[in-house]
């Protein structure tokens, strides 16, 4: 008998921001709620990522907000848990800012009011089509 194997082709389209920030993810949420003027509020589910080498789960907490008149998204994702990293190439941001159909704001004018925040460290863009780990996004 013959195996089909199917191949599933993921669309990528989303603007990714890195945030470097040693503040609990609720105080930094708070905070990008108060610089972007929106309300970002935990999902109750988390993402919950399986390593196979460790053979543990690791739970990275995730906000989201959704702005029904432009339809644009914001998430923000804890990409630390622990020794558990959800994007491993990106071990210098604590939290990812994800933002889909963002037709509002440019990346750099996003990155300088996260940057203008008191608890961001840093804040920098993240191509996401040259991550390994991009899967890891897809929720």
């Known amino acids: 008998m013959s195996k089909i194997k199917l191949e599933m082709e993921y669309d990528y389209d989303f603007d990714l921001i890195g945030i470097s920030c040693h ?13 972007l003027g929106i309300a970002m509020t935990k999902m109750d589910q988390s993402m919950e990522m399986r390593h196979k080498k460790m053979e543990t789960h690791a739970q990275h907490s995730i906000f ?3 702005h029904e008149e432009d339809h644009l998204e914001y998430f923000l994702i804890a990409n630390k848990n ?7 190439e990106q071990k210098n941001a604590d ?8 037709f509002v704001h440019t990346v750099p ?7 203008s925040i008191d608890l961001v460290i840093m804040a920098f863009a993240i191509d996401v089509e040259s991550l390994k780990s991009k899967e890891n996004l897809i929720f």
């Open 23 to 35: 503040a609990p993810d609720y105080r930094l949420c708070w905070a990008i709620n108060q610089a």
């Open 64 to 66: 989201e907000f959704v």
């Open 82 to 88: 622990g020794a558990s990293l959800l994007i491993p």
């Open 95 to 102: 939290y990812l800012f994800l933002l889909r159909n963002n």
């Open 109 to 115: 004018e996003l990155i300088q009011t996260l940057r």
